[in-house]
């Protein structure tokens, strides 16, 4: 049963948290070829009705977010299993006078010079993010439920014996990665592109970012190469392809967003949620989820590492975190290595 | 009265952002025009009306909050300085069905089994919570000031012209730490000793960490040994003192939190804060504040960049991000590195 095509919806931390989540898809697996489709908002105002809520796989009071595993209402899908994923919206500078003007105000507590008030904006000016995976599979859900994380420390060895095997194994599906590549989705929302087959990349904005403020911005630069599983597979040779996604990313996002690379972290994950190489580029002072020491790459530090020993990520014990229930984990727990 | 205490007001660490207990406000689901009756807070309809935003003090996209300084509108207090802090409010399993139901639904983009949408939810199910310090000292507003963040990118001679002689003219006092280590003060606090007086070191809970759950475990090993400043001291022979803070530190969280190594997120700080060589022990799960891969270096990756190279940390670039107002950006940028 090949699947587990990853992809970045959620927004919470911990390991599958990265910047990107994990979404198995493989099992329903015809619709991996469908054509992706854009008919602004037609049947939207039904899809929510009638849908049925089975379990809350995770909530954050911190990044005010929840994870439902559900079931859809009438409409083409009805029964199917779904995930919806919500999310409450930033706050946007240039409503906020609006937002004053409009809102209702109820005072709950006061205290000296402090007091507490529930607010009421018109709904214009407060909405939630919805991202809905449907139909999902039982490994799109078991993925979003929360579970306890465990470092792992993974020799050259390891990866050879255990995880590599385990990944051929598992033949991850990444369509909808040749998706964007090809055109076929998303075209409209491609911030750069550079469509050299080697060291060509398309950048494009991560799923957790609405485009609608700066301090969150959040993109990714898929690599056009389609051999790189991870930066296990990196060695000197692709030091072109890292130096131009780093060049020419950050140029990029100067050109098209004001931010310049002083501002910028720029990442690789390790695991990383699918196995086509990529790079995160993130705003310094936004703690994205996945930006943690123990499972992010700073860009630079890869290209050094290559530059000193082009069998940097071939020989070196790497540390990252999985989830309790992680197949790897399995793996690695049969090999005795956990 | 002025600025006397201060008082925990944001949630940044989550500290105070637990699911809030809501007022089920008892207005016509839908009713935008509404107009608040007298209740509790009677002027609370107009307290806002006229809030003149002076600046954006800080803002979390991940967190949904906004610190505005601001002067009041007409009012008791017209014309004085206030803190507004927003926060949107975590979702509520108990409301989900309604919000289905009520909300409208608006989609934005579909690619395979993946589809966004904005939600706009009746206002009575999506409120936010507002908290007002009025008036506001000086010393309030400055206090949530955030600073903006530059990543600095140090080579090995940057940190040996600019970095260290700016370290050594300010002669930073660790009286403190010398203090713990000579039992002068905290000595109640430490968790494990050894006195090795080349290899041994004190742990001891991090302040931020109040001890009372597991889930935010924070601890600092603080090396007896009181020339090593930084990382960009480390050599070789430091290795037996690294690993012997990474096996005793992680045996002695075990013996006295049950909080086994493959729980634990085990690094230094460059720059840290204080230059006198030690390690944070964080609990995984738990996106400790200066966890991220932009200033945290694992203890086992510095321990391998070691063995391979006793160079290492005098020759590699380092990328660290300083905040706007640190006098070493001031020098770097005097230096012309920045």
């Keep these: 049963m090949a699947d587990t095509k990853k992809r970045s919806l959620d927004s919470d931390n911990g390991t599958e948290s990265g910047p990107e989540k994990k979404l198995a ?7 991996d070829t ?10 939207a105002g039904s899809v ?4 049925q809520t089975e379990k809350i796989m995770r909530e954050s009071s911190r990044e005010k977010n929840i994870f439902i595993h559900g079931k859809m209402g009438s409409g083409p899908n009805e029964g199917r299993d779904a995930v919806l994923i919500l999310e409450k919206t930033p706050f946007r500078e240039d409503s906020l006078a609006e937002l004053f003007k409009t809102s209702e105000l109820k005072l709950q507590m006061r205290n000296d010079i402090y007091s507490t008030y529930h607010l009421h904006p018109p709904t214009h000016l407060n909405d939630i993010k919805a991202t809905m995976v449907c139909p999902a599979t039982e490994k799109h859900i078991k993925k979003y439920q929360s579970q306890e994380l465990f470092l792992i420390q993974e020799s050259g060895e390891d990866y050879r014996n255990i995880t590599l095997p385990y990944i051929q194994e598992q033949s991850f599906s990444v369509q909808w990665v040749y998706n964007i590549l090809e055109k076929k989705a998303e075209a409209d929302r491609i911030v750069f592109e550079d469509p050299d087959p080697q060291n060509g990349f398309v950048l494009i904005p991560d799923f957790k970012w609405d ?18 599983k991870s930066l296990r597979d990196l060695t ?3 030091l072109p392809l890292l130096q131009n996604i780093q060049q020419q990313g950050q140029e990029a996002i100067m ?5 310049p690379s002083c501002r910028l972290r720029v990442y690789l994950h390790y695991q990383p ?10 705003v310094l002072g936004y703690e994205a989820p996945g930006c943690g020491v123990e499972r992010a790459h700073l860009l630079s530090d890869v290209i050094q590492n290559l530059q000193t020993d082009t069998q940097h990520y071939h020989t070196r014990t790497l540390t990252y975190p999985l989830r309790a229930d992680d197949a790897l984990l399995h793996k690695l727990r049969e090999a005795g290595r956990f």
Tied chains: 1, 2.
């Design 25 to 31: 898809s493989g099992d329903g697996a015809g619709k």
């Design 34 to 43: 469908k054509k992706p489709t854009a008919d602004p908002g037609s049947e």
């Design 48 to 51: 929510l009705a009638g849908f």
């Design 211 to 228: 485009q609608k403020q700066l301090d969150d911005l959040y993109l990714i630069a898929i690599c056009h190469q389609r051999e790189i």
């Design 236 to 238: 000197r040779e692709h």
């Design 255 to 259: 050109k098209r967003y004001s931010v």
């Design 273 to 282: 949620s699918y196995y086509h190489l990529h790079v995160h580029f993130t």
